[in-house]
């Protein structure tokens, strides 16, 4: 099965501040990635799907880029509701594995 | 507006069996794959487990195959996870989540607000 790894697993970074989250996958996978917010007690939201495609709704300071082994998920200025957790997909085939999260927080 | 409403969990002894059920609306349910999704308490989400949305095709977590069933009513708009010979590893809040396309392996662009199994004797 395809692993799906996650970094940093946490972050701390300043309101303003431009965050990169990397999710790379052990085989190649195309661009079937998504990402997903959860915030505290919350129910995920799916962000991106396509690798680099804004569900509709979410703000145009999340953005995502890469496509094969190498993901990208990046909120240009971080925000206070950002804080959350982050997680990839992979949905090229079954298992549809997700990544083990990134914990996003306001320093 | 699209609604899933999750039920059916509870605490269950080691062994034990539960039929979970996820309550749709707002969308027409036969056009969609459905999915399971769970998360232990303080951890990470786990997929479990998709239908196409014909129910022509199942799709397992090979930590589950063998043990849970998924199923769907699409004429009662109802999406269901029989769970037996539960073990305390299956403790987790269950989210059923719509899935884009028909065939089952997609991503996720709607999710339940999840349904607690407690596995424990």
């Known amino acids: 099965d395809i692993q799906m790894t996650q970094s940093p697993s946490s972050l701390s970074a300043s309101v303003g501040d431009r965050v990169t989250i990397t999710c790379r996958a052990s085989q190649d996978i195309r661009n079937y990635l998504a990402w997903y917010q959860q915030k505290a007690g919350k129910v995920p939201k799916l962000l991106i799907y396509v690798a680099s495609t804004l569900q509709s709704g979410v703000p145009s300071r999340f953005s995502g880029s890469g496509s094969g082994t190498d993901f990208t998920l990046t909120i240009s200025s971080l925000q206070p509701e950002d804080v959350a957790t982050y997680y990839c997909q992979k949905y090229n085939s079954a298992p549809l594995t997700f990544g083990p999260g990134t914990k996003v927080d306001i320093k | 507006e699209v609604r899933l409403l999750e039920s059916g969990g509870g605490v269950v002894q080691p062994a034990g069996s539960l039929r979970l059920s996820c309550a749709a609306s707002?969308?027409?349910?036969?056009?969609?794959?459905m999915t399971w999704v769970r998360q232990a308490p303080g951890k990470g989400l786990e997929w479990v487990s998709s239908i196409s949305s014909g129910s022509v095709s199942t799709y397992y977590a090979d930590s589950v195959k063998g043990r849970f069933t998924i199923s769907r009513d699409n004429s009662q708009n109802t999406l269901y996870l029989q769970v037996n010979s539960l073990r305390a590893e299956d403790t987790a809040v269950y989210y059923c989540?719509?899935?884009?396309?028909?065939?089952?392996?997609?991503?996720?662009?709607?999710w339940g607000q999840g349904t607690l199994v407690t596995v424990s004797s």
């Open positions: 989540a719509k899935t884009m396309g028909r065939n089952g392996l997609y991503y996720f662009d709607y």
């Open positions: 707002g969308f027409s349910l036969s056009n969609y794959a």
